[in-house]
């Protein structure tokens, strides 16, 4: 069993910041490749940024230069900073690990989501 805790969301006036995390626990062999999605009322869910067990990382032209993704190897732990937040970046945010267990399977495992409302 795999699991991943989001936290780091919440109201925050435009050109401020947060930082969401993402934890992973469980039965994880190797983590391959992490991400976050985000998903507007009214709109499809997108892909913000991902990063690979590399380090290669990948962001929407939306946030490039104002979102950074890192990950701790040690703790499983990715993470989403976002500086200078404009309205247009108010959704639920998703973090998605891309997950090899301990029994040989790799599949996307999703946290629980967290919402980040930018507006003053």
């Known amino acids: 069993q795999v699991q991943l805790v989001e936290s780091g969301g919440g109201l925050v006036q435009p050109g401020g910041s947060l930082r969401l995390s993402c934890a992973a626990s469980g039965s994880i062999f190797s983590i391959n490749a992490m991400g976050w999605y985000r998903q507007a009322p009214g709109k499809q869910r997108e892909l913000v940024a991902s990063i690979t067990s590399g380090g290669s990382t990948n962001y929407a032209d939306s946030v490039k230069g104002r979102f950074t993704i890192s990950e701790d190897n040690a703790k499983n732990t990715m993470y989403l900073q976002m500086n200078s937040l404009k309205p247009e970046d108010t959704a639920v945010y998703y973090c998605?690990?891309?997950?090899?267990?301990?029994?040989?399977?790799?599949?996307?495992?999703w946290g629980q989501g967290t919402q980040v409302t930018v507006s003053s």
């Open positions: 998605v690990d891309v997950i090899t267990t301990n029994r040989g399977y790799e599949y996307p495992y």
